[in-house]
């Protein structure tokens, strides 16, 4: 793989904000403001995710508040097409993206099948799009709290079921990595 070599010509300068957030519009950076000093009060910071999570397990209609704040801020689009006209506008102002499937905690082996399918879907998108230099993933994606938390405790600690069931996420791992590797594509491990 080839590795970019960080030279204090190609260093990042995070204290420059007008060049960090020149993609964005006036509007959008006000909504952003906003959103983060909300999120930064203690109200909004102790209760909030508590509140938010009653709110959708209630079906009170949330969602719309959800996508017009810390979605549109934080999330490119649903699917890997959707993303491409904010990836590709970032890029115009030399900000590169990282895919990250960021879904995660659905336990059930349908799920987590389906989590390692879409992984293996970012990998091959984001190789095709110089915008998106590097791919990343979470193992809890496709792995099961209680199961990483029995690995993380020793192997002997884990039943014949879950020695059966961690051997699947070892090989979704290793094909996620097979993958990029092939590519020639970063794969990025989010812990």
Same mark, same amino acid.
């Given at each position: ?25 006036? *509007?959008? #950076?006000?909504?952003?403001? %906003? ?5 930064? &009060? @203690? !109200? ?26 810390l979605y549109r801020h934080f999330v490119g689009g ?39 399918? *879409?992984? #293996?879907?970012?990998?091959? %998108? ?5 915008? &998106? @230099? !590097? ?57």
């Amino acid at each position: 793989m080839q590795q970019t070599q960080i030279t204090e010509e190609n260093t990042p300068d995070f204290s420059n904000t007008e060049l960090a957030f020149r993609y964005k519009s006036t *509007e959008e #950076l006000r909504l952003a403001v %906003f959103m983060f000093k909300s999120l930064n &009060t @203690p !109200i909004v910071g102790s209760l909030g995710k508590s509140l938010l999570k009653f709110a959708v397990g209630a079906g009170l209609p949330v969602k719309w508040a959800i996508k017009a704040t810390l979605y549109r801020h934080f999330v490119g689009g649903e699917t890997l097409e959707s993303c491409l006209p904010v990836v590709e506008k970032m890029n115009r102002f030399g900000v590169e993206s990282i895919l990250d499937y960021s879904e995660e905690g659905k336990e059930t082996p349908s799920y987590m099948q389906h989590a390692h399918e *879409e992984l #293996l879907k970012n990998i091959r %998108f984001s190789a095709t799009h110089k915008a &998106t @230099p !590097i791919c990343v993933f979470k193992v809890t994606a496709f792995a099961s709290t209680p199961l990483l938390a029995k690995v993380s405790a020793g192997m002997e600690h884990l039943s014949e079921a879950d020695k059966t069931e961690w051997l699947t996420v070892i090989s979704r791992v290793d094909q996620l990595c097979r993958t990029a590797a092939e590519l020639t594509h970063p794969l990025m491990f989010d812990a």
